[in-house]
T-cell receptor, first 114, second 113 residues
Framework: EPEVTQTPSHQVTQMGQEVILRCVPISNHLYFYWYRQILGQKVEFLVSFYNNEISEKSEIFDDQFSVERPDGSNFTLKIRSTKLEDSAMYFC????????????FGPGTRLTVT | QQQVKQSPQSLIVQKGGISIINCAYENTAFDYFPWYQQFPGKGPALLIAIRPDVSEKKEGRFTISFNKSAKQFSLHIMDSQPGDSATYFCAARSNGATNKLIFGTGTLLAVQP
């Protein structure tokens, strides 16, 4: 069964450093998303991406964040200068098309900023 | 208006019992309501979903009941099993081109053997 994969599973970084979180969405999916979940809290939308551009972003997704689809399979989230409050689980998700609203989530990357 | 309120925060059910988790929303533009199951350290897994033109959807032991006029929906887990012990999130799709999901705050379900 196709699944979303994410790497690394755990990333530890120092405050102010740049991190790149990687995702491989399900192969025939066209819509891609990043969500985050601070420990013990709900899942929060960060950004959606379609046709090589951002279609919507949340207030959390400020200038420190960027997304990219560098090739036909990967989808990345970059945080330029990490802050302590960026520590969270980051989930990538994908869906097949605009008419199929089912979003499938990856296992997540736990980001710890020290 | 973009919130989805979920209750209870935690739930303990005996094996074989019925688990019921409730969600409510304000935004009438929401047009798709999935439920996700999350085990510790894992990503949310899509469990079952419903659209507002249907009042109930059943898949195996899982049923969504949807009340459009009350803007409420609920997940019923019949014959609850210890393996169902997880956190359950309701969500709502924001009507638009982006498919953004707004999540509830989660319910930690423990099914006791």
């Amino acid at each position: 069964e196709p699944e979303v994969t994410q790497t690394p599973s755990h990333q530890v970084t120092q405050m102010g450093q740049e991190v790149i979180l990687r995702c491989v969405p399900i192969s025939n999916h066209l819509y891609f998303y990043w969500y985050r979940q601070i420990l013990g809290q709900k899942v929060e939308f960060l950004v959606s991406f379609y046709n090589n551009e951002i279609s919507e972003k949340s207030e959390i997704f400020d200038d420190q964040f960027s997304v990219e689809r560098p090739d036909g399979s990967n989808f990345t989230l970059k945080i330029r200068s990490t802050k302590l409050e960026d520590s969270a689980m980051y989930f990538c998700a994908s869906s097949a098309s605009g008419g199929s609203w089912e979003q499938y989530f990856g296992p997540g990357t736990r980001l710890t900023v020290t | 208006q973009q919130q989805v309120k979920q209750s209870p925060q935690s739930l303990i059910v005996q094996k074989g019992g019925i688990s019921i988790i409730n969600c409510a929303y304000e935004n009438t533009a929401f047009d798709y309501f999935p439920w996700y199951q999350q085990f510790p350290g894992k990503g949310p897994a899509l469990l079952i979903a419903i659209r507002p033109d249907v009042s109930e959807k059943k898949e195996g032991r899982f049923t969504i009941s949807f009340n459009k006029s009350a803007k409420q929906f609920s997940l019923h887990i019949m014959d609850s099993q210890p393996g169902d012990s997880a956190t359950y999130f309701c969500a709502a799709r924001s009507n638009g081109a982006t498919n953004k999901l707004i999540f509830g705050t989660g319910t930690l379900l423990a099914v006791q053997p």
